[in-house]
């Protein structure tokens, strides 16, 4: 069950607004990793490319997509082509770098995205693997270090110990779990980070986010 | 999910199903929705792809932002009037239809990716111009489109569909073979044809490269996608008239991705080889960008 497109609208879709899917699609979708793992108004972003994205990210629309997600627009939304004009004027600082190394999750279209406020920040690295299909192969919140499988759905979630069993069975009601990592926040509070095969159902959600203060699905 | 093309012909044959329906009912296991919602959402993909299609191709049609391209289907769509195409006007109405989609791509107007959005109107050329000529009802368009994704999804899981990775043969090549597999089922073909189809069609674009002007999906994308409607078209035709690749898809498949990961960075959308390379594609870069490569 290792595929990485997993519907029939990863292939045909996503509906979005040009020019390409890997490169503007895939950078929304990335950038709305960031807005989800974020979850509040940002003041700075930084946004690391490497290899084709590096390359070719100002030819494809990739700046303005990238922030386009970060703002939380999906990739269809027509306000894409303007997001970094909407951006500076909710005052966000945005930095964008070319770097000349390989990328270091091992992909020609990868991002590492810095998302700060004076209160906290978040980093990812995502990669576009084509279609506008992405993959997270790292983040960090709270100060954890994560490095999922890379395939989405992933589920982060922060939890008492104490209810981790629970929290697996009514995961595995609706998909299975190809693989977890844990992180301790204090002995009572854990970050858990989960890997899905399929989609969870909203009615598995609802149910998850009684057993946690604050869950993350990002799909 | 289904692993291999020869799987999913197959399936197809011993429950007697067409390949989009083992394509339904894959989505209804994987997503846990209802049949209609999923038909549904393809049917706003379809109605993407038709109102893209019609703003390429009406009035004046669209132009880049660069304005390096646009208005080509336009170009296409009065030649046409005039009746005198050499290629035949089936071929035309697929190549004006491919050229609409990927200039509003180009423009960045609003799209349905079949699988990417450099290859958006492969696709859609073929069954457009199918379902105008043979009068095919709206449910057979979504079949098409489904027939095509259970195809080009053992490409996307099997090898790739990026040209970061393989190329524009995993664009544009699997668009074409996604397509032809698709004209064949909704013309009343055999899955064994519908998998022929999209094997002649893959192998006849193997090795195509990736090397867009100044990075811009534009110069050569927009026009790739001709070539991908119009090969699509003839790998369908071959199928139906009983020939065969030989090499079996899935094969095909494995070579695409061998040729994908040999290929060297420069002619995987890094917009540093081949034809950005030329003396026009560096000064159309320097004009774009103020630098050279």
Known sequence: MGNKYKSVFDIIGPVMIGPSSSHTAG???????????FNGQITKLKVRYFESFAKTHRGHGTDFATVAGVLGFEPDDVRCPQAIQIAEKMGI?????????PSPINHPNSAELTLENETKKISLMGCSIGGGTIEIRAFTIKNQQFFPKGGLPILVLEANPINQDKIQNQIKKTTSIISQNESELTPNEFIYEYDLT?????????????????LIYLK | MYKSIAELVSTANKENKLISELMIDQEMTQSGETRAVIIEKMSTNLEVMKQAIERGSNGEGVTSSTGLTGGDAVLLRKYREKGQSLSGDANLEAMQYAIA???????????????????SGTLPGVIFMIQKRLNLSHEKMI?????SSAFGMIVANNAMIAGATGG????VGSASA?????????????PEQCAEAFAMGLSNLLGLVCDPVAGLVEIPCIKRNVIGAVNALT????????LSNKVPADEVIMAMKDIGERMPSALRETGVGGLASTPTGQAIKMKIFGETI
């Open chain 2, 235 to 242: 790998a369908a035709d071959m199928a139906l008239a009983g």
């Open chain 2, 168 to 171: 524009c043969q995993a664009e």
């Open chain 1, 198 to 214: 399929k989609n969870l159902a909203e009615t598995e959600l609802k149910q998850l986010r009684l057993l946690t203060h604050n």
């Open chain 2, 143 to 147: 079949q098409a489109l489904f027939t």
């Open chain 1, 93 to 101: 600082d945005i930095q964008f770098i070319e770097d000349s190394h």
């Open chain 2, 178 to 190: 996604m397509a032809a597999a698709a004209a064949v089922e909704i013309t009343g073909g055999t």
């Open chain 2, 101 to 119: 989609t990927n200039e509003v791509n180009a423009s960045m107007g609003l799209i349905c990716a079949t699988p990417t959005a450099g290859s």
């Open chain 1, 27 to 37: 950078a929304a979708r990335i950038g709305k990793v960031g807005f989800q793992l």
